[in-house]
């Protein structure tokens, strides 16, 4: 191996900070650097001046200017114009061209990795973007405060590598520096009340003092965020918290100060009982203390909401066990794994990326993404997904999907979506929340002007605590919070449960719904047919007769036609060659086996032939009321037997069909089978409704049907066929293991196509809703009682006004509440 760099490659390194780096004029041809000024070949192409080394290269580039304008760089991919790119190498007799010494770095230790042909890895994702959790239609692509709430933007995606929050870790330290600056101003303030004369001790005019320079810092720097989000809800014209906040806060400290520098300016109705103008610095300061708390705890708590995301993030390996062509294995880094690549898989690993099995067998945990405990066992041919967990045996696979492409990638894309979707009950919350702060602030002026004229003295005193405590108490937050945090929360259990909800009113309408249909074939039932009985008639042993209907039907790609020639197999008889196959559009096949004719269809193909099936017809139509699909069979002209087929029910659809029932649900089975064979299995499991021989228009018309009827309604389904109807019905639910343009079509997704998952999404649902009202209930009856509290309602009785440190407590309190509330759904039993 030999490789030589060209000198402009390392005139990235005589560059102090800032300096512009060094022009590079190359030739486009050979790579070679040129001197414009020693007056060689130069050529006009594109509106820029290339020069050349020799005419020669001058006439290469003229015969084909689009081969040489620009080259890949083949470590990552980007294209870079060859007539000024700064690195370049030569490497067996080629050159290559890239972006930056990073790039010819990677190659330079590492040059066959990058000239083996392969394509590429993909480029890295762009840059996150952040949004807030209670307005989502805010999008952002650096951090920040809501223009609209003030609250802290988070990213859109959670990263499994994400560190710590950096305004938690602001806001921890503002509320420690906070606390201890608050203490000694309680101590001062708040210790004759306790039998602690520390304002005696003291003196009142330096205690007065004292408690300006304790709580200057609180107010003044610790509160800063509170201020400047305060400020922007201002501008913005979009009152929230932190306005009442901020007004509240800024409220008492200036009247405190202005107290303490000058107090021969206040009237007689502001001095206390002993001559001295109160002042508010302890609260001020212990508000602003109390505020970070409920930020702190909000902030941790929002963290766990993303836990569900960062745990699908965290199922997925960071490497991969790479087999070269040559049979030598190399752990690379997932990013750099593209389809293709052969990868092996040890017991225990997990599995990197979706793809499918070559070589191998093993059970593989896919529990992370289906929600099934049960390993699945895996041989050549069957498909894996990246994130499972493989058990006990060793696998080769070839990479298929990878990066964005991979189901786990999809379904933490769903999840996020999903989590920053906004249900309708939320309406309700925007609504109140709009006019909340106006009405707030309007109470504490109308409250302050009240005690002001009519309270006792000292009225003035009474009116601003009145006043403060109402503009604190108020938190608009909870109210903001209660929808989107049980979303947040619901769709993250969701998608560990494998139901991944398209968006929060999907969620909120399956809550609400009256009616469930559901497909039979794939939804119901395995999907996958197999042979059930063989009938012969006199003469003809059941070997031979399943014999030439399994070689009849190898010419097939009919499902049931698989299902005959599989079950023969098992069954240990031969299947022969047909010649002259001929299928029959809706009745059935024929040819010639082993020499003789041999026709397999239904009733109608018979009657066309002739035959009378008169002594096996009672038979046919007992196999069909079992739910099987019988097929007669005819050998040289003659009547021959039957052969019976049946898709069996899957083991869960009984349990799942009881518990739909016992959620409120009723069940219609629609489907295109025949109606003998629907009613059959539809007794067996205790299905409400059939409706059989359906067309994929058929189940839209019956959706609308239900719908015109005032039912909500939701459809199941797993095929292409059933996804007009997911479409139209109120929440459309598809089976995972179906079609992508029925999942398309659907609200929920179901990652294993199971009915078990049906009765799983609609617990997540029914809790969910009924986790939203009950914050809703908390947000709205803590503001319907604490206001009117702050602003005094109760003085009559209890002869006191509500503190305003304590209606700081109470407003952080109502936010962490209904954050801890909607927490809960964590845990909820699926």
Known sequence: MKHTEDHAGHTHHGHG???APETVVRDAVCGMTVDPAAGKPSLEHGGRLFHFCSASCRGKFQAAPDKYVSAKDPVCGMDVARNSARHFLKHEGSGYYFCSSSCAGKFTVEPAKYTSGRPA??????GSQYTCPMHPEIVSDKPGSCPICGMALEPIMPSADDGPNPELVDFTRRFWISAVLSIPLLIITMGPMVGLPTRDWIGEPLAS?????????????AALPFFHRGLDSFRNRSPNMWTLISLGVGAAYLYSVVATLFPDLFPHQFRGHGGSVPVYFEAASVIVALVFLGQVLELRARERTGSAIRALLDLAPKTARRIAADGSETEVPLEEVVSGDRLRIRPGDGVPVDGIVLEGRSSVDESMITGEPVPVEKVEGERVTGGTLNKNGSLIMRADKVGADTVLSQIVDMVAKAQRSRAPIQGLADRISFYFVPAVVAIAIIAFIVWALIGPEPSMVFAIVSAVSVLIIACPCALGLATPMSVMTATGRGAQAGVLIKDAEALERFAKVDTLIVDKTGTLTEGRPQLTDVVAADGISGDGLLSLAAGLEKGSEHPLAEAIVDGASKRGVTVPDAQDFESITGKGVSGTVSGRK??????????????EFAGLASRADTLRAEGKTAMFVAIDGRPAGIVAVADPVKASAAAAIRELHDLGLRIIMATGDNARTAKAVAEKLGIDEVRADMLPESKKALVDELRAKGQGVAMAGDGVNDAPALAAADVGIAMGTGA??????????????DLGGIVRARKLARGTIRNIKENLFF???????????AAGVLFPVLGTLLSPMIAAAAMSLSSVSVIAN???????KL
């Open 779 to 789: 947000a709205f009856i803590y503001n319907v009682l604490g206001v009117p509290v």
């Open 17 to 19: 900070h800032g300096a």
């Open 598 to 611: 041999v026709a397999l269809g239904n009733a109608a193909m018979m009657a066309d032939l002739g035959l």
């Open 822 to 828: 909607a927490l809960r759904l964590r845990a909820i």
């Open 740 to 753: 992508d343009v029925a999942m398309e079509s659907a609200g929920i997704t179901l990652v294993k196509g």
């Open 209 to 221: 003092w004292l408690e300006l320079i304790l709580a200057t810092p609180v107010v003044l720097w």
């Open 121 to 126: 890895a993909a480029p890295a994702p762009k």
